[in-house]
């Protein structure tokens, strides 16, 4: 199996180093493909920039955890949420890892995409990925849980619009209702309702086959990024009723969600 018999950390270094050099290709390649990119302030490009990265992540991740659930012995999944490992399931959580450390020391350099709620998400992602990586434990309730970086897409193109003056069109609001149907069903229903049931399901067999920290860990991290996907999914409804108001008023100045909505991990995430 890729990785299975490798703890060194090349992998996520790897990913680290792909994701800075995706960062400053962005600095290079958007103001010959985005001219209104060039007059972004400083502290906009570097979001721009690191949301083109936040893209590709939650792209190739999503791809690894639906190949890994579909085509590596689904039922498997299913029935040993907590030993059961696989070589993409490795592979995804090597680019988990390198993307969050990535963005974490993005964040303590650039002070201005500081979120606290971003640092919960990320913070949790390292240590529950880390899991599922070194200690090869949790593979499917992670996997279950990576299909809603499906939605992050909608979140960055939903800023670079607003950055970009096209709050006002026809894509700008469809992107939005996009973004809150995604994250009111994928990240705070169907996800985590699949989550918790094999958590629920699978709870007496949990006390048997993984250590107690390990246990806490899961139910506890589970519940806790939950808390936090709901906390966005409500600033995005609020955000969305308020330019779905405005555009009914005549008026060009709804607000988007707060910068804090923004899953970077979530982009865990």
């Known amino acids: 199996m890729i990785f299975q018999d490798d703890e060194t950390l090349w992998a996520e270094g790897a990913v680290f180093i792909t994701c800075t050099a995706l960062f400053f290709t962005s600095r290079l390649c958007s103001p010959l493909l985005i001219p209104a990119y060039k007059d972004l302030s400083k502290t906009k490009k570097v ?35 907590f030993l059961r490992i696989s070589g993409p399931s490795m592979m995804c ?9 990535y963005d974490l020391c993005l964040i303590m350099i650039n002070r201005s995409l500081l979120a606290p709620t971003t640092i919960i998400h990320h913070v949790l ?28 897409p909608l979140v960055n ?11 006002n069109t026809s894509l700008y ?3 939005g209702i996009g973004m809150a149907l995604g994250f ?7 996800i985590p309702s699949m989550c918790f049931y094999l958590l629920y ?4 067999i949990s006390l048997v086959v993984i250590p107690n920290i390990i246990r806490y860990s899961c139910y506890s991290g589970m519940a806790i990024i939950h ?43």
């Not at 399901?201 to 007496?204: A, C, L, N, Q, T």
């Not at 906390?231 to 108001?245: E, H, P």
Request: with cysteine.
């Open 184 to 190: 009111l069903l994928v990240r705070s229903f169907i």
């Open 47 to 81: 979001d721009w920039d690191s949301r083109v990265v936040s893209n590709a992540n939650a792209v190739v991740t999503t791809g690894l955890a639906l190949y890994a659930l579909i085509f590596v012995d689904p039922q498997g999944w299913m029935d040993d949420p």
């Open 173 to 175: 609001l469809n992107n």
């Open 157 to 167: 193109l939903r800023w670079m619009l607003a950055v970009l003056n096209l709050k």
């Open 227 to 269: 808390v936090v996907n709901t906390y966005w999914t409500f600033l995005i409804w609020q955000g969305l009723f308020k330019a779905l108001k405005d555009s009914k008023q005549g008026s060009s100045k709804q607000e988007g969600p707060a910068r804090s909505v923004t899953v970077k991990q979530d982009k865990l995430h």
């Open 125 to 152: 992602g390292l240590w529950l990925f880390g899991i599922g990586r070194f200690l090869r434990m949790g593979h499917s309730l992670l996997l279950i849980y990576t299909l809603t970086e499906c939605t992050t």
């Open 201 to 204: 399901s699978k709870y007496d």
């Open 93 to 101: 959580f090597s680019v988990l890892l390198g993307y969050f450390a």
